[in-house]
């Protein structure tokens, strides 16, 4: 009995060793090719790595002088073979390994930039709005206090663009665009205004429903005459709007009267929320188009007409519950 579990021991490690001698003695395979420019410049000292998820992963290499790379050890497999350089945006192919693989080549791109600002209705800027293309090293990146943003990495091609409030209770939409970008080319001005959820989409105090029975653009940010109060001449001339447009906003833009883009009346910025205060004050007018539903953006300059926009509107009470 002991002599026939000694050999069948014995003959188990036997088995054992001859797999493991089997497995060591597996043919290994190498992947090969050149990184270069889109121009055809050969990229040295770039790395190039194919890998799987199946263990052994796979394997690096670095381009030599003429940008040449051979990656050994690998298995009959799929692997992604990726090839990056400092300067380039990084390129990837799936590649089967049957054999000695030969001719995986890469041309690197310059990589482009979109540049851009992200504001709110009335166009004050918006901080920490997560902005990221489709493609590209950085993705999600932030904008910054005056609500700037930089993409970098991308390659040439056409790319979708999005804006959105990461915030865990967001409070803007998010935007998109779409833009199309050549090799190293540097886009500027791709901006957003990111308009808010329901109910108040533009901001202007009014809810998108109460706007709908006044007859007012749910997102248009100017059209209700709903301004800070007290005026220009108190200490807080941008504090809580009370969402009801009454004789004390007539005062208010009265008292403004006279001031225009490039002075201190109207240039001043006292709660800091990126906007001139004149901006408050200031309106522009289609007359006879939909008075007094009409206004729209600052037009630079407090006027009369300013006066007389508002005048129409008093009365109106976005306070009111939400029915239509």
Not at 214 to 234: C, E, I, Q, S, T
């Amino acid at each position: 009995m002991r002599r026939t579990i000694l050999l069948a021991v014995l003959l188990l490690v036997g088995t054992l060793s001859v797999s493991i001698q089997a497995t060591s003695a597996l043919p290994g395979y190498s992947v090969e090719g050149t990184v270069r420019t889109t121009g055809g410049a050969s990229l040295a000292g770039a790395t190039v790595e194919a890998f799987s998820l199946q263990l052994p992963h796979g394997g690096t290499d670095v381009t030599d002088a003429d940008g040449n790379y051979r990656i050994d050890d690998l298995n009959r497999r799929s692997y992604t073979v990726t090839a990056c350089a400092s300067g380039y945006v990084c390129a990837s192919q799936s590649v089967a390994v049957t054999g000695e693989i030969t001719g995986v080549d890469f041309a690197l791109p310059i990589p482009a930039t979109i540049t851009g600002t992200v504001v709110d209705p009335r166009g004050a800027p918006i901080q920490n709005i997560s902005v990221g293309a489709d493609d590209g090293e950085s993705q999600g990146v932030l904008t910054d206090a005056n609500g700037a943003f930089v993409i970098t990495g991308l390659p040439p091609g056409t790319h979708t663009v999005s804006a959105c409030d990461g915030a865990y209770v967001p409070i803007y939409a998010c935007g998109d665009r779409v833009v199309s970008v050549g090799e190293g080319e540097a886009v500027v001005g791709l901006d957003f205004q990111l308009f808010g959820f329901m109910p108040d989409q533009d901001f202007d105090g009014c809810t998108t429903f109460r706007e709908a029975v006044l007859g007012f653009d749910k997102l248009n940010p100017w059209d209700v005459y709903d301004v800070p109060v007290p005026a220009y001449r108190d200490a807080t001339p941008n504090g809580p709007r009370d969402r009801v447009v009454n004789i004390g906003d007539v005062l208010a833009v009265l008292t403004m009267v006279g001031a225009e883009r490039g002075n201190a009346m109207y240039d001043i910025d006292k709660d800091g929320n990126g906007l001139v205060d004149g901006f408050d004050y200031d309106r522009s007018f289609s007359p006879g188009s939909n008075p007094p539903w009409d206004a729209g953006p600052p037009d630079g300059v407090v006027n009369i007409g300013d006066v007389l926009g508002v005048l129409p509107q008093v009365g109106i009470d976005c306070t009111q519950p939400d029915e239509l």
